[in-house]
C-alpha cells in the first residue's frame, strides 16, 4: 500500500505516518539484538547481569552520562520521574470528531492533538466506504484546513465537532494519485508485490491458520470446548522421525488470493498528453479499461471528475460519450457501468479492512522472499510508468523533484533534541529518511549492475567506473588505481565497505552535535559490491586533495589535521575507545590524530565537517594480521594464530572492544580493593611496612613478566580452575596474617591480564571468599569516582599501580583506549611516543588473546547450558557478533567445540556451524563465478551452480541459452557496457567435483578449517545434513529466489534445477539501523522491573517503550516485535489472555513480516501464540500453530535440535489434553530423547520429560509403563534435590498412585480369568486430563510459574526481593547452583 506519507520527505519535522487508524496504534518493533543480549550482561566472563552490575558497572555508566552532557544532550537527568512527566506530555488526551463525507452516513473518529490535518486524510483514504476518494478537503464551518497543521492548532475544533469531506477539482497531479490509489485498492489482496520485493511489502501466513482474527468470537470458543470435532493429525512430514522435508508446505495456499477480478485492464492510453485545445477544456489526462463484461470504455480525468469519451484505439474523439457518467471518483464511475466491477469491488474491500493492518502495512526495510509460487504477470499500468519514468522514491510528489539525501540526512541530525517530544521527533525524521534511502540506494544500485545507469567516467574500464543516480553516488567494490594494493588488492577492496559502513553506524550512535557522516548503504548484487553515498556538497567540483584537511588520502604518506575536527572528534574518542595519537607526516613532522589517517575530514560547501572512510575505526585484529617481529600472547600462539589472512584490514568488532574493556574493568576494580585491603590489614596489624612497598612493586613490573608466571599457570589443562581458586586463596590468607602472602594476592590477578579468562565464577569466588571485598570496592570506587586530585596519596598509589596493571591510558582513573593506527601499513610515530606505542602493541596483543581464550568459550559455554541458542546460519552469525566474534573466527570455533569434552551437547552447535562455513564458501565462489554471466544467460547460470552445489547427478551439464539469440557481432560490441566482461560462457564448464573442490580448499585458506568431502552426499552424510537447508542457506545469504515446488535432489539421472526454477535474484542490503533511545532505556528498565518480580510497574513501562517505538519506528520493527512478546508474556502470567493473545499475534504477525516466514524468531513466535491459543481454549488453533512451528523448525535446522524438545512437548501435552494418546507418546518420547542428549541424562529437563510421558501412560492405563518412567523421573529429582524437596515427594506420590492403580488393574484381570464373564469388576478409575492439569505442564515447560498469592505474600515476597538485592550487591549471597530447585529469578520469565 502506497501511503501518501511517504511523500513528505524526513526534512519536514512533524511527520508522523499515520498507524492505520487506530488499530496499529499499539503496534511494536525490534533489532535481534535487544531480547537476548540484554539479559546476560557483555562481561566478559559469563557472569549472569546481576554480578556484572555489581562489580562496578556504576563507573561506567557515570562516565558514559558526564560525556553525553558535555555533548549538550544532557537527558533529562533527574531519574525516572521527568522521564515520565515528559512522556505525559506527549500523550494528551484524545477526543472525538464527527466526519461527514458525500453519500455516507457521518461517523465519529477517534483523534489525537499531534495528529495531522494529513492523518485524517490517510484514514479516510484506507476506510471502506471512503477508500475511493483521494482528491478532497476536509472543512470546519465552511474554513478548509491546512493539511499539515496539527490538531490542536486549529481554532474551534474540539471534541464533537463535524468535518465535512469536500470534493476538490483534480490537477494532473491529484488525477494521477487518484488512479494509483485506485490501482492499489484493486491490488491489496495480491501478494505479488511481496514475491517480488517491491514498495517493502513482504509475506505472512498466520491468518491462515488462525482462521482470520484470533479473538473470543462465540461461534470460535463453542467450536474449542467440543473435542470430537478437532482432526489432530498432523501431515505425515511433520511427525518425529520423518525424512521427508518438502518444500511447498512453507507458503501453505491463501484462499484470499485468488483475486477477484473487478476489471481486466487499466492503462494510460495512447492519446495522452490531452492536445492544447483539450487542455483549455479541463482535460487532464485518458485512460483506456476493459471491463470484466468485455467492454472497452475509453475516460477522461477532467478536472471535475472522470467521464467516458467517444475515442477508441485507433480514433481520437475526445467528446463525452452520452450518457458520460461523470463522477467525481473513478469507483464511482466503474460501479455505475460495469456490475461486475460493483459487486466485486465491495466484496474485495470487505476483505480488505477484515485483514489485520499488520498484514498490509509497508516495513521500514525491504524483505525478500527466498521461495515463491509461478506468479501470473498481470498488465499494470502504474508499475510499467514507475520502472520507466525515473520515479526515484516518489518524486513526483516532492516539490523541486529529486531529493538531495544528502541534506536530509544531515538536517534530521541538526534537529533540537533537548526534551523527549523534541528527541522523539528527530529520531522519526532520522528513521524516516534511512529507510527511504536505503530503499532508493538499492534501487540504484541495481540499475547500475543491470547497466541502466550512465557512469560518470564513461572511458575507463568497467571496474573503474563511477556513477550517479538520484543524488547518490555508487561505486564498485573492486581495487581502483591500485589503492588498496598493500591491504590485500580487491580482496581488501570489497571489505572495506562493510568495514566503512560499520564505523558510520559508529560514529551515528555516539551522535556528537557538529560532526557529519555521510549515508551509505552497501549492496552485493549479481556477484557485485556496490557502495551507495550521498554526496557531499561541493565535492564533485574539488580534487579530493584541496578538500581533506584532516586525515591521510594516501594511507599515511602524507597527513594533515586540523584543530575543529580535533575538538569534535575527541568527544567520540572516549565511547568509540579510539586514543589521541601523534604519527609523522612526509617531511616527519608530527601530526595529532584522534581517528586512523584514513579516516578523512571534509568541510563541505554547506559548512559541515564531514568524515569519511571510517573503515579503520576499530584497530586491527592481531590474530589475522602476522607482522615481522611481533610476538602474540601464548593463548593466541596455542590456538596457531597469527594466521594469514585474504586482506589486511581485519579489525576488532565494537562488541568485542567493549567486552575487553568490560573486563579489564574488572580486573582493575578487584586490583585496587585487594590493594585497599592489604592496606586496611597493614594499618590494623601495625606491620613491617615493607609489604606494602612490595605490593607496589608487583604489579607494575614489566607486562613481559606477568605474561610469564600466567604461561606456566595455565599450560597445564587442569589449570584453568586451581589458577583461580588459587587466587582465592591466597587473597583469603592475606586478611589473616598480613604480610607476604597477599602480595600473591595481588600477582594472581595480574595473571589473569592477558585475558585467560579462567572459570567462569572467578569472580564471584573472589567475592564469596572475601566478606570484606565488598566493602574495599565501594571504596575503590569512590577512588575511580574522583579525579585523583584530593585523595591521599597512599589511595591514590593503588590507583595508579591497578591503572598500570590493566594497561589504562591514564594514571588516576579507568580509562582503556586503543590507537587504530598501529600496525597500519606506511604509518610512521614519532620517538617520543615509542613507551605509548609499546603499551598500544600489548593491548592490541591482549585484546586479540582475549577473543581467542574467553569470548569463544564463553559462547560454546553459553551453548551448553542453552542461553544461546542458534537454529540457523543468521542466528549462528548473530550469536557470535554479540560476542565480538568476527565470521572469520567460524573455524576456529567449530575446532574448539570439537575439543570440548561435552561435544555430542554441541552437536546441533556443530552442525549449523559447519553448514554456515560450508554455505559462506559457496557464497564466496558464487561471487565472482556470477561476474562472468552475462544478463541473458542468469538463470542457466544459477540453477547449473545450485545443480554442481546440491544435486547428487554427477554430470550437471549447463544448458547455454539458445543460439539464436545471441548475434555475434552484437554482443561483441555491447560487451564493454556491463561490468566483468570476459568469456561469457565460462561459467558452464563448473562440474560438481570442482566445486566441492573449490569449497574445501576456500574453507582452508579463509577459515583455515579442513572439510573432507568430495561431494554433497558426502558432506549431508557426514555431518547430518538436509539439501532443503542447505538450499534455504545458499538462497538467503546470495538473494536467490527459487520456484516453490518439490526438488528432487538425489536423483542421479537428471539435475535437481532447470533454470526455469530461478525466479530473481535479488539484492542483500547491509545499511545503518539508526535507534530509538528513549524507547529502548524504558523498554531496558521495563525488563529490570519484571526480573525483579515488579510485574504491574514492569508492564507499564513496556507500554511506554511501545508508545515511543511506534512513534520513532512507524508501527514495524524488529524491536516492537519483542516488546510486544514481552507485553504478551506479562498479559498472560497477569491473567489477561484475550489481551495476550491480541499482543502474541502481533508480534508473529510482526515477526513474519519484518524478519521472514520461516526465521527461528518467528518460530518462536508461533510457539507463544500456541501457548496462550491453548489457556484461551482454542485447541485446535494451538495445534495448527504447533505444528507450523515443527515444519519451520524442520526446514530450517532438522529435528535433532534442542529447540524441537520443547516443541514437541508442547504438541505432545496439547494432544493428551484432546486424548490423542498414540500421538501425544510420539512427540513426548521423541521429546524425552533429545532432552537426553542435549540436557544430559540426569537434568531435571529429562526428568520433567519422564513425567509427561508417564502421564500418558497412565490417561492409556498402561500402569506398567509410567511406573518405569516415572521411577526415572522420580530417581533424578532425589538425586539433584534430595528426598525433602516438593518435587521430589510430587513425585513419589504419584509412583504411589501409580502402584495402586496397576495391581488394582491386575486384580481385576485375575478376577475376569478366574470367574469369566460373570466377575464382579470394580470400575477402575481412568483418568482423562482436565485441561487445567495440562495447561499447568504447559506453563512449567515453557518457563512460566505461576504463584498462587494473596495481596500480603504479595508484600511479603516484594520485601524479600529487595533484601536478597541488597544482599546480591554486598556480595554476601551465593550464587544459586544451575540445578538448583526453581529460585525466584526462574519463577520470572523473561524470553
Known sequence: MVSKTDDIPASVPNCNPVDFADEAGDGAQDSKETSKTHLKDSCGCGHSADTAMVNGDGAHERTEEEDSKQDGNSEADGGDESNEQEVIVIQDTGFTVKIQAPGTEPFDLQVSPQEMVQEIHQVLMDREDTCHRTCFSLQLDGNVLDNFAELKSIEGLQEGSLLKVVEEPYTVREARIHVRHIRDLLKSLDPSDSYNGVDCNSLSFLSIFTDGDLGDSDKRKKKGNELEQIDCTPPEHILPGSKDRPLVPLQPPNKDWKPMQCLKVLTMSGWNPPPGNRKMHGDLMYLCMVTVEERHISVTASTRGFYLNQSTTYTFNPKPANPSFLSHSLVELLSQISPAFKKNFTALQKKRVQRHPFERIATPFQVYSWTAPQVDHAMDCVRAEDAYTSRLGYEEHIPGQTRDWNEELQTTRELPRKNLPERLLRERAIFKVHSDFAAAATRGAMAVIDGNVMAINPGEETRMQMFIWNNI???????????????????????????????????????????????????????????????????????????????????????????????????????????????????????????????KGIIGNDGR???????????????????????????????????????????????????????????????????????KANKEAKANIHAITETAEAPSESSADTTQTQTTASDSPGATESNASAASQTATAGEGNSSQPATNGLVEPAATLNGECKSPLEGKELEESIPRLAQAKELAETLVAEDGSCIDPKSREVVLNACKAVGSISNTSFDIRFNPDIFSPGVRFPDDSADDIQKQKQLLKDAAAFLVSCQIPSLVKDCLDHSALPMDGATLTEALRQRGINIRYLGTVLEFVDKTPAKAQLEHFYRIGISELITRCAKHIFKTYLQAVELSALSAAVSHFLNCFLSSFPDAVAHLPPDELVSRRKSRKRRNRVPGGGDNTAWASLTPNELW????????????????????????????????????????????????????????????????????????????????????????????????????????????????????????????????????????????????????????????????????????????????????????????LLYRARYLMLLVSGEDHPEMALLDSNIGLVLHGVMEYDLSLRFLENALTINTKYHGPRSLKVALSHHLVARVYESKAEFRSALQHEKEGYTIYKNQMGEAHEKTKESSEFLKYLTQQAVALQRTMNEIYKNGSNASITPLKFTAPSMASVLEQLNIINGIIFIPLSQKDLENLKAEVQRRQQLQELGKIEEPTEDRPLELEDKIPID
Open 609 to 679: 565537517h564531514y568524515i569519511l572512510d571510517l573503515l579503520r575505526t576499530f584497530p586491527p585484529d592481531l590474530n589475522f594480521l602476522p607482522v615481522d617481529g611481533e610476538e602474540l600472547s601464548p593463548e593466541s600462539r596455542r590456538q596457531g594464530f597469527p594466521r594469514q589472512h585474504r586482506h589486511r584490514l581485519a579489525c576488532l568488532r565494537q562488541e568485542l572492544i567493549e567486552a575487553f574493556v568490560e573486563h579489564r574493568y574488572l580486573l582493575f576494580m578487584k586490583m585496587a580493593a585487594l590493594q585497599l585491603m592489604q592496606q
Open 997 to 1184: 573442490k573449490n569449497i574445501a580448499s576456500e574453507a582452508k585458506s579463509y577459515y583455515h578449517f579442513t572439510i573432507q568431502c568430495e561431494s554433497v552426499d558426502q558432506v549431508v552424510e557426514k555431518y547430518g545434513f538436509q539439501k532443503t537447508t542447505l538450499l534455504r542457506e545458499i538462497s538467503v545469504k546470495t538473494g536467490i529466489q527459487i520456484l516453490i515446488k518439490e526438488y528432487n535432489f538425489d536423483s542421479r539421472h537428471k539435475p535437481a534445477f532447470t533454470e526455469e526454477d530461478i525466479l530473481n535474484i535479488f539484492p542483500v542490503v547491509k545499511h545503518v539501523n539508526p535507534k530509538a533511545s528513549d524507547a529502548f532505556h524504558f523498554f531496558q528498565s521495563g525488563q529490570a522491573k519484571v526480573q525483579q518480580g515488579f510485574l504491574k510497574e514492569g508492564c507499564e513501562l513496556i507500554n511506554e517503550a511501545l508508545n515511543l517505538f511506534n512513534n520513532v519506528y512507524g508501527a514495524m520493527h524488529v524491536e516492537i516485535c519483542a516488546c510486544l512478546r514481552l507485553l504478551a508474556r506479562l498479559n498472560y502470567i497477569m491473567g489477561d489472555h484475550a489481551e495476550a493473545l491480541s499482543n502474541q499475534q502481533k508480534a508473529v504477525l510482526m515477526s513474519e513480516r519484518v524478519l521472514g516466514i520461516e526465521h527461528p524468531n518467528t518460530i518462536q513466535e508461533y510457539m507463544h501464540l500456541a501457548l496462550y491459543c491453548f489457556a484461551n481454549g482454542q485447541l485446535s488453533t494451538a495445534l495448527k
Open 473 to 599: 553516488f555508487f561505486s564498485l567494490g573492486f581495487d581502483v588505481r591500485d589503492h588498496y594494493r598493500e591491504l590485500g588488492g580487491d580482496a581488501a577492496a570489497h571489505v572495506a565497505p562493510t568495514n566503512d559502513l560499520n564505523g558510520v553506524q559508529a560514529y551515528g550512535a555516539v551522535d556528537v552535535e557538529g560532526l557529519y557522516t555521510l549515508g551509505t548503504v552497501v549492496v552485493d548484487y549479481r556477484g557485485y559490491r556496490v557502495t551507495a553515498q550521498s554526496i557531499i556538497p561541493g565535492i564533485l567540483e574539488r580534487e579530493q586533495e584541496q578538500s581533506v584537511i584532516y586525515g591521510s588520502i594516501d594511507f599515511g604518506k602524507t597527513v594533515v589535521s586540523h584543530s575543529k575536527y580535533l575538538e569534535l572528534l575527541e568527544k567520540t574518542s572516549r565511547p568509540l575507545k579510539v586514543q589521541r595519537h601523534n604519527v609523522l607526516n612526509e617531511k616527519s613532522e608530527s601530526v595529532e590524530l584522534c581517528s586512523s589517517v584514513e579516516c
